[in-house]
């Protein structure tokens, strides 16, 4: 299980933090990611970290989001900043390892004036 949170109102130029908690053993083994999508729009990749600390990012979030994770905590975190109306989304935290795949139920990212 995957449960994210952190979502919400912020203004453009503004910050915010994502955080997804795993209740899962072998945290540590698992490639965690950050995904997101926005109405009417396909689910597009934002951010994924590996068990190694090896991070990847959309082009269009470079710069400006950080991926970490905490693995004594069973957690990644997503370091949203300078925040543009165009990342206005509903975030989603996921694990992978193998062929296996989890998703969390998602949280709302509003980037509005």
């Known amino acids: 299980q995957l449960v994210e949170s952190g979502g919400g109102l912020v203004q453009p130029g503004g910050s915010l933090r994502l955080s997804c908690t795993a209740s899962r053993t072998f945290f540590t083994m698992y490639t965690m990611g950050w995904y997101r999508q926005a109405p009417g729009k396909q689910r597009e990749l934002v951010a994924t970290?590996?068990?190694?600390?090896?991070?990847n990012y959309a082009d269009s979030v470079k710069g400006r989001f950080i991926i970490s994770r905490d693995n004594a905590k069973n957690t990644v975190y997503l370091q949203m900043n300078s925040l543009k109306p165009e990342d206005t989304a509903a975030y989603y935290c996921?694990?992978?390892?193998?062929?296996?795949?989890?998703w969390g139920q998602g949280t709302q990212v509003i980037v509005s004036s």
């Open positions: 996921n694990a992978e390892l193998g062929p296996f795949k989890y």
């Open positions: 970290i590996n068990g190694t600390l090896t991070t």
